[in-house]
């Protein structure tokens, strides 16, 4: 991988003909914005992600355009875009507040994620849930240990 230059990273161009380096505009290094594509983003222009507009294609509009992916007009894609630390969270599956019951078949847990199983409620003092979503009276903590013999 080549390292990029500076000049023309900062100031858009570069006037060294000898220059070795990489000459990349940075709007090519930002993603494209999923939402836009699809006809609409929220953010507008302070959107982080590169909105790119396109013609849609009036064979497609129709129903059908006999180009496919080749054509050269934007066939809109109507499926929501999935954000994503919601897709996590899908992949996830039994993480949070409850459930696990197939947890072992799914794999490990992304980084970050707790299975629910290991976590002890502060309210309760039983296993499965969090001390938020906790269905049970408090109840208090039960003495262990040497404390428990001085108690």
């Known amino acids: 991988r080549m390292p990029e230059c500076l000049f023309f990273q900062y100031y858009g161009e570069c006037h060294n003909k000898e220059c070795t380096f ?5 709007d090519e290094k930002v993603a494209e914005c ?48 999935l954000a994503p630390a ?6 996830a599956g039994s993480v949070g507040y409850g459930g696990g019951a197939h947890r072992a078949t799914t794999g490990p847990l992304p980084p970050g994620y707790r299975d629910v199983r290991s976590v002890t409620c502060y309210r309760c003092w039983q296993k499965g849930h969090y001390a938020n979503r906790c269905p049970n009276p408090r ?6 240990g040497v404390e428990a013999a001085f108690l």
Do not use: D, I, M
């Open 22 to 26: 990489l000459h990349t505009n940075p």
């Open 86 to 91: 919601a897709s996590r969270v899908a992949e």
């Open 139 to 144: 109840v208090q903590q039960p003495a262990q």
């Open 34 to 81: 999923p939402w836009y594509a699809r006809g609409f983003c929220k953010h507008g222009p302070r959107c982080r992600k590169r909105h790119t507009r396109r013609v849609p294609c009036p064979r497609y509009l129709a129903g059908f355009c006999p180009e496919g992916p080749n054509c050269e007009f934007a066939h809109p894609s109507f499926a929501l875009p």
